[in-house]
């Protein structure tokens, strides 16, 4: 496919010299495989596109295709057995670490920073997606070459340390040192909920409702901050023992999601040390003014943020913003990277626009190289959540929902299915990161259940469900045919498929469904570069869609293991099951989702 697509943009590149060729992908199999559109090279030819178009399909000639001028589009068409041939090589026969669409490295560096929840807050359905978001990226960068930096900016420095610090101090230490046991002034907590991480999210909670009534115990919180940034003893151990508790509660998670950093050891917290030569740094470049209070700012009006960028309180206490910027400058230190990435939601859009103007006031290597990836909020039906208010989705709550969902459908549909609650995990799983990477990135989503598991829609389980069908055909086809769509562990985004030869005859894939699924098959490249290009999930989620209807029509009108088939027609057919089949696994991987083998 490359080769042909390189030939091509050759042969145009000679005919239209000095003209841009950006080839793209036809809206169907039937059109084309690749289209070259000719309206800017027509424009400067001054020359009509359409006439265009068909002067070149007169004048080019490539092997094992046709060029059809389709209006103002030059098409290249593969004759059926060439198009099968291209596509199932590069998804059978490549080798293991060069699946479909992997690109060589490129020696760029980039740093994803995503999750970053923030301790003794528990993790939200809202951190859900900033976790998945940014696990799909890092996974894709690293497919397509990029040096990729797992990073978590872990909230476990700041005033909310105080409140809690506060509250812990205040109600629970005396009588309940531990954690362990419900607390008399606390709710009791939901049986699965009797954590230490629960208890602190309950002293924060209870914190800030009491507050409301007397607001004196803002001065207690936020003098207890005071002692923690000052160093105070036991400040600092009740300090590491929170995010002790919240770092075991958050692997769990973590290792349940199938997600993993290059190191949870640089949370804000980590930064602290570096805040006193930082500001010095700011103070150094001219760029500190006098806020209210003995406030430090830096304005930004020059460069059209009309908010200035808060790095000091008045009390002279750091505050988040501040800490960003110190790990801006160390990541550059540390890491010299190409380009930064922040999965975090749109409610801090103008944080990142003052975080990254101040840093390219600071030192102009920053320009361009940091880019906030912004996801709109998750909304529930009852409305926004708030921890404060203590009225929050927890992740756990929705992928156990998901799955026990899942299992109850399992349990109509397929009460003999081996290993049920791996299988229930992993469709809930995929039902949730698929559902929210289908959504638009920056818009916010409403999670709606039968939405989200559908069989039938546009879901997770329904790729799996394709996937998870594929191969109980070649189960059922025998010899290694089911084991040609396995593979062992991963260790890097790449799933090791064994390279396997095609079969000789490609005959038995000239049916147009058979076809339409090879030209599905080939858009996946593409649908994964461009996951990159907008920092989003959402187009190699819908090609993994366009991918398993594909199969759909496959299935149903090519007979695959019928007895009247000849030998070369089954294999044939088998070939493409097998290449689709680990297509969809491997795409659901980048995602994050894995792809049962039976459902
Ligand atoms: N901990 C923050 C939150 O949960 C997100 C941190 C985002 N990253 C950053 N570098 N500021 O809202």
């Known amino acids: 496919m490359d080769a042909l697509r390189r030939t091509f943009e050759q042969q145009l590149g000679a005919a239209l010299p000095g003209v841009d060729i950006t080839l793209e992908r036809p809206r169907s199999g039937e059109l084309g495989d690749l289209a070259f559109p ?147 002034w606390a709710e009791p907590a939901p049986e699965k909920r009797r954590t230490p991480l629960f208890r602190l999210f309950q002293l924060y909670v209870r914190f800030h409702a009491d507050e409301e009534q007397d607001p004196a115990m803002r001065d207690e919180a936020r003098d207890w901050f005071k002692r923690l940034e000052a160093g105070d003893p036991e400040a600092r151990r009740l300090w590491k023992w929170f995010r002790t508790i919240s770092l075991k509660e958050f692997q769990r998670i973590y290792d349940r999601l199938g997600v993993s950093f290059d190191t949870l050891e640089q949370g804000e917290a980590f930064y602290e040390d570096q805040l006193v030569p930082t500001m010095q740094k700011l103070e150094d470049a001219g760029l500190l003014v006098a806020g209210d209070k003995g406030a430090r700012i830096i304005n930004l009006e020059d460069v059209g943020i009309s908010t200035p960028c808060l790095v000091q309180k008045g009390d002279g206490t750091s505050i988040y913003a501040t800490r960003d910027l110190v790990a801006a400058l160390y990541r550059k230190q540390a890491y010299d990277f190409d380009r930064c990435l922040y999965v975090v939601g749109t409610d801090q859009v103008l944080h990142f626009q003052q975080i990254f103007a101040v840093l390219a006031k600071l030192d102009p290597w920053f320009q361009g190289r940091m880019l906030h990836t912004p996801f709109g909020m998750v909304k529930l039906p009852e409305g926004k959540m708030s921890t404060r208010k203590g009225n929050v989705i927890f992740l756990e709550d929705v992928l156990d929902e998901a799955r026990d969902r899942v299992a109850a459908i399992i349990e109509e549909k397929n009460p003999d299915l081996q290993g049920r609650e791996v299988v229930a995990e992993q469709l809930g799983m995929g039902a949730v990161v698929f559902f929210d990477a289908m959504n638009d990135r920056v818009k916010p989503i409403t999670f709606t259940w039968d939405r989200v598991i559908a069989l039938d829609g546009d879901t997770g389980p329904y790729v799996q469900y394709a996937h998870a069908r594929i191969l109980s055909v070649l189960r059922k086809a025998g010899g290694d045919w089911a084991a040609k769509a ?78 009247d088939n000849s030998p070369a027609v089954r294999d044939a057919r088998l070939a493409l099951c097998v290449a689709t089949a680990r297509a969809l696994r491997q795409g659901l991987y980048l995602m994050g989702i894995q792809a049962p083998e039976e459902m």
């Open 38 to 184: 000719c309206f800017r090279a027509a424009k400067q030819l001054g020359k009509n596109p359409v006439q265009l178009s068909q002067e070149l399909a007169g004048s080019l000639h490539i092997e094992g295709a046709t060029l059809v001028a389709a209006g103002p589009y030059l098409n290249l068409k593969l004759a059926p057995a060439t198009r099968a041939a291209a596509i199932l090589s590069a998804l059978l026969a490549a080798p293991a670490e060069q699946p479909f669409g992997r690109q060589p490295a490129n020696g760029k560096k980039v740093i994803v920073e995503y999750s970053s929840p923030n301790i003794a807050k528990l993790f939200t359905i809202g951190h859900l997606r900033s976790t998945m978001i940014g696990h799909a990226l890092a996974q894709v960068h690293q497919f397509l070459g990029y040096e990729v930096t797992r990073l978590n900016h872990l909230g476990d420095w700041g005033t909310q340390f105080g409140t809690l610090l506060a509250a812990y101090t205040r109600w629970a230490q005396a009588d309940n040192a531990d954690l362990e046991a419900d607390f008399e």
């Open 486 to 563: 396995q593979c062992g562990a991963a260790t890097g985004p790449v799933l090791p498929f064994a390279p396997t030869p095609l079969p000789a005859d490609l005959g038995g894939l000239e049916a147009p469904e058979a076809q339409a699924l090879l030209f599905e098959l080939a858009g996946l490249p593409g649908a994964i570069a461009t996951v990159v290009e907008g920092c989003m999930a959402t187009p190699l989620a819908r090609q993994l869609v366009s991918v398993a209807r594909a199969f759909s029509g496959y299935y149903t009108n090519c007979p695959i293991l019928a007895p």
